[in-house]
C-alpha cells in the first residue's frame, strides 16, 4: 500500500477543529512563488498549480522510467499547500485578494535529493513542451506553531484565524509573522468537487513564546 503522508503524519495535516499548538519538523518541497488574485481563470496562479503537479508527478512516476531514485517507495502525493503574504504586515486582506503574495508548495518525501528534482524537471520539460523554470525546490523549518482545521470557505477563515490567535495567547504565545515564517494552508478538499462550506483547510501560522 502507498505511504500516505496525511495517514501517517495526522498532527500536521489532520488537526481537529479547535487551536493546538505544534512543532512542524523540517521538510522538502517543489515550490512556484507568484502574485495576484488566485481566483482568476487562466491566472498565474493556476498556471503555477499545473506546474506543480506536473513535477510532483514525475517524480512519483519515476519508478516507471529509467531513472532510479535511491531509497524511493511508492507514496500518495501529498496535498497542495500555500504560504500567503501581503505587503504592509501580519494581517491578510481577503476583500483585495489582487494583493496576494503566494509561495505553492507541494510536499516531497525525505528521500527527494535536489538532482532528483534536477532529473523530474528536464523530464517533464521534455515530455510536455513546458517551462517549469519557475518550479523551485526548497527546504522549510516551520518549527512552533498554531494550527487548526478551518471548515468552509477561504474568505470565512479569520474567523479561524482569531480563535487560533485567542487560543495562542492564552498559551502564552504571541504570533511571529516574518518574512520567513508565513501564513501557511493545507488544501485537503478539491474546491471543483467540494461545496464551498464542506472545504477542509489546514491553518498554520508560526509563533513564539512570550
Not at 39 to 55: D, F, P, Q, R, T
Not at 72 to 101: M, R
Not at 184 to 190: F, K, P, R
Request: net charge neutral; hydrophobic share 35%.
Amino acid at each position: 500500500m502507498a505511504f500516505d503522508f496525511k495517514k501517517e503524519y495526522k498532527e500536521f495535516y489532520m488537526p481537529k477543529d479547535k487551536p493546538n499548538i505544534v512543532v512542524v519538523p523540517s521538510m522538502n518541497y517543489i515550490s512556484v512563488q507568484g502574485q495576484g488574485n488566485p481566483n482568476i481563470e487562466g491566472g498565474e496562479y493556476k498556471n503555477a498549480i499545473e506546474l506543480l503537479y506536473s513535477i510532483a508527478f514525475t517524480i512519483k512516476m519515476s519508478k516507471k522510467s529509467n531513472y532510479q531514485i535511491k531509497g524511493y517507495f511508492d507514496y500518495v502525493v501529498p496535498p497542495l499547500e500555500g504560504f500567503w503574504w501581503q505587503d504592509g504586515g501580519e494581517e491578510i486582506d481577503y476583500a483585495h485578494k489582487e494583493n496576494f503574495q503566494w509561495k505553492s508548495v507541494i510536499r516531497v518525501p525525505d528521500f527527494i535529493t535536489k538532482a532528483d528534482f534536477d532529473w523530474a524537471i528536464a523530464e517533464a520539460t521534455k515530455k510536455k513542451k513546458r517551462d517549469f523554470s519557475k518550479v523551485e525546490f526548497i527546504t522549510y523549518n516551520e518549527g512552533e506553531c498554531v494550527q487548526c482545521m478551518h471548515i468552509g470557505s477561504y474568505d470565512d477563515e479569520p474567523k479561524t484565524v482569531a480563535l487560533m490567535h485567542k487560543y495562542m495567547e492564552s498559551q502564552g504565545y504571541m504570533l511571529d509573522i516574518t518574512d520567513k515564517r508565513l501564513h501557511h494552508e493545507i488544501y485537503l478538499s478539491d474546491p471543483r468537487k467540494v461545496t464551498m462550506e464542506k472545504l477542509k483547510t489546514v491553518i498554520r501560522h508560526p509563533i513564539k513564546k512570550v
